[in-house]
């Protein structure tokens, strides 16, 4: 599986903007860029993916780079409740065994008040 | 839809007992995965079934684990026999393809003493 290296920890105060970088450098032409969180005692929840272009949806919006080795996940106004451990994962379209999901170690993102 | 649904919340046995998890995921999905999370390995992803059939057991960590799914509505994943080590939170998540955004059961802590 391509790999992605994570911060493994950072802070934000809240109502700012947070940037969570991930770097890809072994990105296949075919790997999705797919972001979850977990919040404290839940299962992960989906956020946003992206392939080339940039995308945005309700919770935030990802900033893929030209090269696709390296993208950020934005939010645009911490709150309280964004405090979590974000994971990014590339994900093969190619099928298969490639449908797998596969959690890295992430980043924890501590929002203070 | 009522998300993906797991039971036990919490479950609590013996070594050498048999444990059963189980996993109801979202209605019309068609896609099921297997994980296990601990402090020291992070999220692991145990199997995966695609229209009930499994398609990578590779996370599976030994003979005592094993995973069904009998049909689209309900997968149960058997530890016979238990031991310490295999004290975790077990989480289930179901997508509609592959490839879509998977989402997540509220997990079963296992506790083997």
């Known amino acids: 599986d391509a790999k992605t290296t994570q911060p493994n920890s950072m802070e934000s105060n809240e109502e700012e903007p947070v940037h969570l970088p991930c770097n890809h450098s072994?990105?296949?032409?075919?790997?999705?860029i797919h972001w979850y969180r977990q919040l404290p005692s839940q299962g992960p929840e989906y956020v946003i993916h992206g392939l080339t272009s940039n995308v945005n949806n309700r919770m935030a919006s990802l900033a893929i780079a030209e090269d696709r080795k390296s993208s950020t996940l934005i939010l645009h106004r911490a709150t309280l409740r964004d405090a979590a451990v974000y994971y990014c994962i590339l994900r093969d379209v190619g099928g298969g065994s490639n449908y797998k999901l596969t959690f890295g170690k992430g980043t924890l993102l501590t929002v203070n008040p | 839809d009522a998300g993906v649904i797991q039971s036990p919340r919490h479950e609590v046995t013996e070594m050498g007992q048999e444990v059963t998890l189980r996993c109801k995921p979202i209605?019309?999905?068609?896609?099921l995965f297997w994980y296990r999370q601990t402090m020291m390995r992070g999220l692991e992803l145990l199997i995966y079934f695609n229209n009930n059939v499994p398609i990578d057991d590779s996370g599976m960590p030994e003979d005592r684990f094993s995973a069904k799914m009998p049909n689209a509505s309900f997968s149960n994943l058997k530890i016979q026999p238990s031991e310490p080590r295999d004290s975790a939170v077990y989480f289930c998540a179901s997508s509609l393809g592959g490839f879509t955004e998977a989402f997540f059961g509220q997990g079963t802590r296992l506790t083997v003493v």
């Open positions: 209605s019309g999905h068609d896609y």
């Open positions: 072994t990105i296949s032409g075919t790997d999705y």
